[in-house]
């Protein structure tokens, strides 16, 4: 089941169950639709896979299975990401 983190990773910005601007690799690492975008360009920084929307789950869902409160905020060190991003970017996600 996914655990639905509450934050960005990079940005920490507010990402509830409901977001429709929580994006998640095949990892679960999560991030926002702006940083997704415009910082990481559909790389995952953690293990280099693409994104996708985060699904949401059902409200009477939600309430027997909350989503998680554990926070994981570790902004992505541009040195290291950058060379990840090169090797990257230009590869889509199903052929990476």
Do not use: W
Not at 3 to 16: A, G, Y
Not at 54 to 65: A, F, G, H, S, V
């Amino acid at each position: 089941m996914l655990q639905l983190r509450p934050t960005c990773e990079n940005c920490n910005r507010s990402l509830p169950p409901e977001s429709t601007e929580a994006y998640i690799c095949s990892y679960e690492c999560t991030f926002c639709a702006s940083c997704v975008e415009n910082v990481l360009h559909n790389v995952c920084p953690n293990c280099g896979g693409g994104f996708q929307q985060r699904p949401i789950r059902p409200k009477d869902e939600l309430m027997r299975n909350p989503s998680s409160t554990n926070i994981v905020y570790k902004p992505i060190n541009q040195e290291k990401f950058k060379v990840l991003l090169g090797k990257n970017k230009d590869v889509l996600p199903e052929e990476r």
